[in-house]
């Protein structure tokens, strides 16, 4: 079955833009969690849905957001970009978060310029 | 302090060599991941543990609840073992991951 898929691969980005990031999940999979990834702060956890429901946010400001849509596609959005946002970002997706195994995306790059 | 340490940071193997990653966190988790990161961002799931001991072809993950550490030791290393390994746990009965630093581990031919 397809894996995760995180669209688009690669962004460039002007500062004081915003972006939207799509993640879909295995089929199936219900629970979906973001992730940042930056050579300074490694790998950070930004927010996980369930069901539509956001159950969990890292401690990113309130530029991040995301949602969850009946399919249990994702999609996250950063407002007002800052240099500080070029990273990579990771999605990941299981069947019920918790202790079911996930499953990570390829991710998709930003870079702010 | 990270609630999740890694060591070592980097590693160099020669071809052939036995390999071991260790993993050491702080707190109670509900489950613990080994994660393989080539040059190129995508990040695959090797192994979830909860307990015990897991094997797959020549990737080997243990973990001790007790003492809170997980190892990942890789058999008769081969250059394409050569990636970024990160251990990442759950915390509890939470939602999200809280990943170590990483180990690059290179082998050489």
């Known amino acids: 079955k397809a894996g995760v898929t995180q669209t688009p691969r690669y962004l460039i980005k002007t500062r004081g833009q915003q972006v939207t990031l799509s993640c879909s999940p295995i089929?199936?999979?219900?629970?979906v969690s973001w992730y940042q990834q930056t050579p300074g702060q490694g790998l950070q956890f930004l927010f996980e849905?369930?069901?539509?429901?956001?159950?969990n946010k890292g401690n990113f400001p309130g530029r991040f957001s995301g949602r969850q849509f009946s399919n249990s596609r994702s999609e996250m959005n950063v407002s007002t970009l800052e240099l500080g946002d070029s990273a990579l970002y990771l999605c990941?997706?299981?069947?019920?978060?918790?202790?079911?195994?996930?499953?990570f995306g390829q991710g998709t790059r930003l870079t702010v310029v | 302090k990270n609630e999740v340490e890694q060591s070592p940071q980097n590693l160099t193997a020669q071809e052939g060599e036995f390999i071991t990653i260790n993993c050491s966190y702080s707190?109670?988790?509900?489950?613990l991941h080994w994660l393989q990161q080539h040059p190129g961002g995508g990040i695959v799931s090797l192994f979830m543990?909860?307990?015990g001991k897991k094997k797959h072809g020549r990737l080997i993950a243990t973990i001790n609840i007790q003492e809170k550490h997980s190892s990942l030791h890789i058999t008769a290393s081969h250059p394409r073992d050569s990636a970024v390994y990160i251990c990442?746990?759950?915390?509890?009965?939470?939602?999200?991951?809280?990943f170590g630093a990483g180990t690059t581990v290179t082998v050489r031919a």
């Open positions: 990941a997706s299981s069947l019920e978060g918790g202790k079911t195994e996930a499953f």
């Open positions: 543990l909860s307990s």
């Open positions: 707190v109670g988790i509900s489950a």
């Open positions: 849905y369930f069901s539509e429901t956001q159950r």
């Open positions: 089929s199936g999979h219900r629970s």
């Open positions: 990442a746990v759950r915390l509890g009965g939470d939602y999200k991951l809280s």
